[in-house]
């Protein structure tokens, strides 16, 4: 079994959607210390000739000592309704944005209480949409032991994974003697963003995927995988 793990995020990027593409199993790594400026409660749509940052905006007191999945959403900011607008203003003209319209309008009628309630909701729904199909779990459910390298391997033995996808920062830590030893191959992804039509002058990377969602439709899977490696011929190494 080909297994993946990742923090939660809102609304990612298109190389999390590569990485579980590849995998038969993806654990959510909802039980680690949050970290502040990350993409866990934020990414990035185009606006214009440039791109706009979403952010969710949350209750941060002692975040230090919180994990991602007792991170509270701040409603009493109106962010639901300024990522609706944005999203609605920038994409209205998107060839399939009418296709998805609708479950956005619904999201953010919705008042979320845990941020990760809001990544897993639409985690789901993306994965759906994409086509992707994938055992889904988050870490808080298991009793992974150690940390970094040896966490990875712990949580390769307790679900059975003969193979796991590092992402490229992978390298600088993981221990590759210690997955020979086990059985385990591993592989450290290498994403190739492709170009795909926006709406917008020129072209910019690293978007949320809803950007090739209202771009592209249907084809969005086969592209956000165009010039990558497959699952098919990641089961040949």
Request: proline letters at 3%; hydrophobic letters at 40%; one cysteine or more.
């Amino acid at each position: 079994m080909i297994l993946t793990a990742h923090q939660p995020a809102y609304l990612p990027w298109l190389g999390l959607f590569h990485k579980i593409a590849l995998s038969d199993a993806y654990v959510c790594f909802d039980d680690v210390q949050f970290e502040r400026y990350s993409f866990i409660n934020r990414n990035k749509i185009r606006s214009g000739r440039d791109e706009t940052l979403l952010t969710v905006p949350l209750l941060s007191k002692n975040h230090f000592d919180k994990k991602i999945k007792e991170m509270e959403i701040d409603n009493s900011r109106d962010w639901r309704n300024k990522h609706w607008k944005s999203i609605y203003l920038n994409y209205q003209k998107a060839p399939f944005f009418n296709k998805y319209v609708d479950f956005f309008e619904e999201l953010y009628k919705k008042e979320w209480h845990y941020l990760i309630d809001l990544t897993e909701y639409s985690l789901e729904w993306f994965l759906a949409e994409l086509g992707i199909k994938v055992q889904y779990a988050r870490a808080s459910e298991f009793n992974f032991e150690r940390a970094k390298s040896d966490l990875i391997l712990d949580m390769c033995k307790k679900m059975n994974a003969n193979f796991f996808i590092f992402g490229a920062l992978g390298g600088d830590y993981a221990e590759k003697d210690k997955f020979a030893a086990a059985g385990v191959k591993i592989y450290f992804q290498e994403y190739r963003h492709p170009q795909y039509r926006q709406t917008g002058k020129d072209f910019l990377p690293y978007m949320s995927i809803i950007d090739l969602l209202f771009n592209e439709g249907d084809k969005s899977l086969e592209i956000l995988m165009s010039g990558n490696i497959s699952k098919q011929d990641l089961l040949k190494i």
